[in-house]
Protein backbone atom coordinates (compact mmCIF):
# COMPACT_ATOMS: atom_id res chain seq x y z
CA UNK A 1 0.00 0.00 0.00
CA UNK A 2 1.28 3.47 -0.66
CA UNK A 3 1.47 5.86 1.87
CA UNK A 4 -1.46 8.25 0.39
CA UNK A 5 -3.48 5.20 0.84
CA UNK A 6 -1.76 4.36 4.62
CA UNK A 7 -2.43 8.01 5.43
CA UNK A 8 -6.56 7.62 4.61
CA UNK A 9 -6.89 4.43 5.93
CA UNK A 10 -5.91 5.89 9.17
CA UNK A 11 -7.93 8.64 9.01
CA UNK A 12 -10.60 6.57 8.20
CA UNK A 13 -9.94 4.49 10.81
CA UNK A 14 -9.35 7.51 13.56
CA UNK A 15 -13.19 8.87 11.73
CA UNK A 16 -14.68 5.37 12.84
CA UNK A 17 -13.59 5.18 16.18
CA UNK A 18 -14.94 8.93 17.00
CA UNK A 19 -17.74 8.42 14.93
CA UNK A 20 -19.04 5.63 17.46
CA UNK A 21 -17.89 7.53 20.91
CA UNK A 22 -18.21 11.43 20.24
CA UNK A 23 -21.34 11.08 18.02
CA UNK A 24 -23.02 8.15 18.93
CA UNK A 25 -23.09 5.17 21.39
CA UNK A 26 -22.34 2.92 18.58
CA UNK A 27 -19.13 1.78 20.64
CA UNK A 28 -21.03 0.30 23.36
CA UNK A 29 -22.42 -2.54 20.81
CA UNK A 30 -18.69 -3.83 21.38
CA UNK A 31 -16.95 -2.76 24.65
CA UNK A 32 -18.08 -1.60 28.15
CA UNK A 33 -18.20 2.32 28.96
CA UNK A 34 -15.24 2.76 30.52
CA UNK A 35 -13.37 2.26 27.41
CA UNK A 36 -14.72 5.40 25.65
CA UNK A 37 -12.20 7.82 26.49
CA UNK A 38 -9.68 5.34 25.34
CA UNK A 39 -11.09 4.82 22.05
CA UNK A 40 -11.72 8.80 21.60
CA UNK A 41 -8.16 9.09 22.47
CA UNK A 42 -7.06 6.51 19.66
CA UNK A 43 -9.41 7.86 17.33
CA UNK A 44 -8.04 11.35 17.47
CA UNK A 45 -4.46 9.86 17.12
CA UNK A 46 -5.34 7.55 14.46
CA UNK A 47 -6.70 10.41 12.42
CA UNK A 48 -3.90 13.30 13.35
CA UNK A 49 -1.20 10.58 11.86
CA UNK A 50 -3.09 9.82 9.04
CA UNK A 51 -3.58 13.45 8.04
CA UNK A 52 0.42 13.99 8.63
CA UNK A 53 1.37 11.22 6.24
CA UNK A 54 -1.09 12.48 3.49
CA UNK A 55 0.67 15.95 4.12
CA UNK A 56 4.08 14.48 3.77
CA UNK A 57 3.45 12.15 0.90
CA UNK A 58 1.68 15.47 -1.10
CA UNK A 59 4.77 17.23 0.07
CA UNK A 60 7.14 15.19 -1.54
CA UNK A 61 5.06 14.94 -4.73
CA UNK A 62 5.23 18.88 -5.18
CA UNK A 63 8.97 18.89 -4.55
CA UNK A 64 10.07 15.92 -6.74
CA UNK A 65 12.34 17.51 -9.37
CA UNK A 66 11.52 16.93 -13.50
CA UNK A 67 15.05 16.22 -14.47
CA UNK A 68 14.89 16.69 -18.12
CA UNK A 69 16.95 15.51 -20.28
CA UNK A 70 17.50 12.76 -18.13
CA UNK A 71 16.39 8.75 -19.56
CA UNK A 72 14.56 6.57 -17.71
CA UNK A 73 14.70 2.79 -17.31
CA UNK A 74 12.32 0.20 -15.76
CA UNK A 75 9.66 1.10 -13.17
CA UNK A 76 9.68 3.30 -10.73
CA UNK A 77 9.63 0.70 -7.38
CA UNK A 78 8.67 3.45 -4.85
CA UNK A 79 4.75 2.99 -5.73
CA UNK A 80 2.41 0.22 -4.77
CA UNK A 81 -0.30 -0.79 -7.52
CA UNK A 82 -3.29 1.19 -7.89
CA UNK A 83 -5.16 -2.40 -6.82
CA UNK A 84 -3.55 -1.48 -3.04
CA UNK A 85 -6.80 1.31 -2.77
CA UNK A 86 -8.83 -1.47 -2.58
CA UNK A 87 -7.78 -2.16 0.82
CA UNK A 88 -9.85 0.92 2.18
CA UNK A 89 -12.87 -0.70 1.35
CA UNK A 90 -13.42 -2.52 4.39
CA UNK A 91 -12.04 0.45 6.50
CA UNK A 92 -15.16 2.74 4.66
CA UNK A 93 -17.61 -0.20 5.22
CA UNK A 94 -17.40 0.47 8.87
CA UNK A 95 -19.36 3.70 8.04
CA UNK A 96 -21.96 1.80 6.12
CA UNK A 97 -22.86 -1.42 7.97
CA UNK A 98 -22.28 -1.18 11.73
CA UNK A 99 -21.73 -4.60 13.66
CA UNK A 100 -24.66 -4.93 15.87
CA UNK A 101 -24.90 -5.71 20.00
CA UNK A 102 -24.80 -9.44 20.47
CA UNK A 103 -28.13 -11.27 20.77
CA UNK A 104 -30.31 -14.16 20.54
CA UNK A 105 -28.11 -15.93 18.24
CA UNK A 106 -24.79 -15.59 20.22
CA UNK A 107 -27.49 -17.06 23.30
CA UNK A 108 -28.80 -19.76 20.94
CA UNK A 109 -25.20 -21.14 20.25
CA UNK A 110 -23.51 -20.49 23.57
CA UNK A 111 -23.88 -23.98 25.28
CA UNK A 112 -25.95 -23.16 29.13
CA UNK A 113 -24.18 -23.86 32.46
CA UNK A 114 -24.66 -26.38 34.30
CA UNK A 115 -23.51 -25.19 37.78
CA UNK A 116 -23.63 -21.93 39.76
CA UNK A 117 -21.24 -19.12 38.38
CA UNK A 118 -17.46 -19.24 39.56
CA UNK A 119 -15.99 -18.00 42.61
CA UNK A 120 -19.25 -17.03 44.14
CA UNK A 121 -19.65 -18.09 47.45
CA UNK A 122 -22.93 -19.96 48.57
CA UNK A 123 -23.86 -17.04 50.91
CA UNK A 124 -23.32 -13.51 51.03
CA UNK A 125 -23.98 -10.38 50.14
CA UNK A 126 -25.84 -9.47 47.14
CA UNK A 127 -26.30 -6.17 45.30
CA UNK A 128 -29.52 -7.07 43.94
CA UNK A 129 -31.08 -4.63 46.82
CA UNK A 130 -33.88 -7.39 47.66
CA UNK A 131 -33.08 -7.52 51.33
CA UNK A 132 -33.98 -3.84 51.57
CA UNK A 133 -37.03 -4.06 49.41
CA UNK A 134 -40.53 -3.69 51.42
CA UNK A 135 -42.75 -6.55 51.34
CA UNK A 136 -45.23 -6.61 48.48
CA UNK A 137 -42.37 -4.28 46.49
CA UNK A 138 -41.49 -4.94 43.06
CA UNK A 139 -38.02 -5.08 42.71
CA UNK A 140 -36.22 -4.30 39.67
CA UNK A 141 -33.08 -6.28 39.23
CA UNK A 142 -30.56 -7.06 36.42
CA UNK A 143 -30.87 -10.93 34.62
CA UNK A 144 -27.41 -11.37 36.10
CA UNK A 145 -28.35 -10.55 39.67
CA UNK A 146 -31.70 -12.82 39.26
CA UNK A 147 -29.30 -15.67 38.04
CA UNK A 148 -26.93 -15.39 41.19
CA UNK A 149 -29.99 -15.50 43.60
CA UNK A 150 -31.58 -18.46 41.75
CA UNK A 151 -28.32 -20.30 41.98
CA UNK A 152 -26.17 -19.96 45.44
CA UNK A 153 -29.32 -18.24 47.67
CA UNK A 154 -29.67 -20.77 50.28
CA UNK A 155 -32.21 -19.01 52.35
CA UNK A 156 -34.14 -18.23 48.84
CA UNK A 157 -35.39 -14.43 49.55
CA UNK A 158 -36.83 -14.85 45.86
CA UNK A 159 -39.66 -17.10 46.35
CA UNK A 160 -42.69 -15.28 46.41
CA UNK A 161 -40.99 -11.70 45.29
CA UNK A 162 -42.33 -9.81 42.44
CA UNK A 163 -39.15 -8.75 40.71
CA UNK A 164 -38.39 -6.89 36.78
CA UNK A 165 -36.71 -8.08 34.49
CA UNK A 166 -35.13 -6.50 31.34
CA UNK A 167 -33.85 -8.11 28.46
CA UNK A 168 -33.92 -9.61 24.71
CA UNK A 169 -36.09 -12.88 23.83
CA UNK A 170 -34.74 -15.82 22.75
CA UNK A 171 -36.53 -18.98 21.37
CA UNK A 172 -35.63 -22.24 22.87
CA UNK A 173 -34.34 -24.96 20.89
CA UNK A 174 -37.48 -26.79 20.46
CA UNK A 175 -39.20 -23.89 19.55
CA UNK A 176 -41.97 -24.45 22.20
CA UNK A 177 -41.49 -21.70 24.73
CA UNK A 178 -38.40 -18.99 24.69
CA UNK A 179 -35.56 -16.98 27.17
CA UNK A 180 -35.49 -13.63 28.73
CA UNK A 181 -31.52 -13.50 28.34
CA UNK A 182 -29.08 -10.69 28.43
CA UNK A 183 -25.51 -10.52 27.64
CA UNK A 184 -23.15 -9.92 30.44
CA UNK A 185 -19.00 -9.02 29.83
CA UNK A 186 -16.17 -7.99 31.15
CA UNK A 187 -14.35 -5.73 28.51
CA UNK A 188 -15.79 -6.63 25.32
CA UNK A 189 -18.38 -8.38 23.24
CA UNK A 190 -15.73 -11.36 22.68
CA UNK A 191 -15.90 -12.19 26.51
CA UNK A 192 -19.68 -11.81 26.60
CA UNK A 193 -21.31 -14.36 28.93
CA UNK A 194 -24.66 -15.77 28.86
CA UNK A 195 -27.44 -14.82 31.72
CA UNK A 196 -31.24 -16.15 30.98
CA UNK A 197 -34.01 -17.23 32.27
CA UNK A 198 -37.14 -19.58 31.28
CA UNK A 199 -40.06 -17.22 30.76
CA UNK A 200 -43.58 -19.42 31.48
CA UNK A 201 -46.96 -17.89 30.83
CA UNK A 202 -46.49 -15.37 28.46
CA UNK A 203 -46.33 -16.22 24.20
CA UNK A 204 -43.00 -16.63 22.82
CA UNK A 205 -42.38 -12.61 21.14
CA UNK A 206 -40.15 -11.99 18.28
CA UNK A 207 -36.58 -12.82 19.03
CA UNK A 208 -33.96 -9.71 19.44
CA UNK A 209 -37.32 -7.97 20.66
CA UNK A 210 -36.25 -6.32 24.02
CA UNK A 211 -39.17 -7.08 27.12
CA UNK A 212 -39.80 -5.40 30.54
CA UNK A 213 -41.10 -8.40 32.31
CA UNK A 214 -42.62 -8.83 35.65
CA UNK A 215 -43.20 -11.93 37.04
CA UNK A 216 -41.84 -14.52 39.97
CA UNK A 217 -39.15 -16.78 40.37
CA UNK A 218 -40.17 -20.44 39.77
CA UNK A 219 -38.83 -22.06 42.87
CA UNK A 220 -36.89 -25.26 42.14
CA UNK A 221 -37.21 -28.75 44.00
CA UNK A 222 -33.58 -30.10 45.40
CA UNK A 223 -30.56 -28.04 46.02
CA UNK A 224 -30.25 -24.79 43.93
CA UNK A 225 -26.52 -25.65 42.52
CA UNK A 226 -28.54 -28.42 40.09
CA UNK A 227 -30.86 -26.42 38.67
CA UNK A 228 -29.41 -25.81 35.27
CA UNK A 229 -32.10 -23.18 33.78
CA UNK A 230 -34.15 -20.94 36.00
CA UNK A 231 -37.87 -20.56 35.77
CA UNK A 232 -39.74 -16.86 35.36
CA UNK A 233 -43.54 -16.94 35.91
CA UNK A 234 -44.69 -13.63 33.62
CA UNK A 235 -47.48 -11.55 35.70
CA UNK A 236 -47.23 -8.63 32.86
CA UNK A 237 -44.89 -7.80 30.02
CA UNK A 238 -44.30 -4.70 28.06
CA UNK A 239 -42.29 -4.32 25.23
CA UNK A 240 -39.25 -1.45 24.97
CA UNK A 241 -36.83 0.07 23.32
CA UNK A 242 -33.32 -1.58 22.73
CA UNK A 243 -31.44 0.20 25.92
CA UNK A 244 -28.45 2.18 24.71
CA UNK A 245 -26.23 -0.49 26.66
CA UNK A 246 -27.24 -4.23 25.85
CA UNK A 247 -24.83 -5.69 28.05
CA UNK A 248 -24.98 -5.86 31.94
Known amino acids: MNRMAQGLTLVLLGAA ?13 WVKPGFGPFLI ?10 VLVIVAELRETRQEPEAEGVEHHGHDHSRAPGV ?19 GAYTVETTAGASGPPPDQPRSGRFDDGLVDAEPGEVVPMHIRQFVMRAWIDEERLLAGREVELTGFAVPTADGQGWY ?6 ACCAADAVVNKVV ?11 WWRVR ?26 TDPPDPYE
Open 180 to 185: LARLQM
Open 215 to 240: GRWIEPEGELSDVSEHGFEVVEMEEV
Open 17 to 29: ALTSTVATDLYLN
Open 41 to 50: AAGVAMAVLG
Open 84 to 102: AWLLLLPVVAVFVVAPPAL
Open 199 to 209: ISGAPAPEADT
